[in-house]
């Protein structure tokens, strides 16, 4: 059975840090592509950061340069340095696992950004 637990949301004042992590059972970790997803209330779920089986890394435009997404295989782990963060940041964040079509989701975190 696939797992993944989501750690590390918080409340920060605008223009602080955060790290979120993600625990993963159930599965070959190393095998899978690694998302971090947000949604805020009334919009959709949106793709934050993607990092591959092989740690390539893709980010959202908003988050460039602010984020970072890395991952620890050996702890099955994969984690979302968010730095200089902003109001509009705020949103419950989820990771996901995915590989050749079969994917899980976590229960998420709750991040919320301000003064």
């Known amino acids: 059975q696939v797992q993944l637990v989501e750690s590390g949301g918080g409340l920060v004042q605008p223009g602080g840090s955060l790290r979120l992590s993600c625990a993963a059972s159930?599965?070959?970790?190393?095998?899978?592509?690694m998302g971090w997803y947000r949604q805020a209330p009334g919009k959709q779920r949106e793709l934050v950061a993607l990092?591959?089986?092989?740690?390539?890394?893709r980010y959202r435009d908003s988050v460039k340069g602010r984020f970072t997404a890395s991952r620890d295989n050996a702890k099955n782990t994969v984690y979302l340095q968010m730095n200089s963060l902003k109001p509009e940041d705020t949103a419950v964040y989820h990771c996901?696992?995915?590989?050749?079509?079969?994917?899980?989701w976590g229960q998420g975190t709750q991040v919320t950004v301000s003064s």
């Open positions: 159930g599965i070959i970790f190393s095998n899978y592509a």
């Open positions: 990092i591959t089986s092989s740690s390539t890394t």
């Open positions: 996901n696992a995915n590989r050749g079509g079969i994917t899980a």
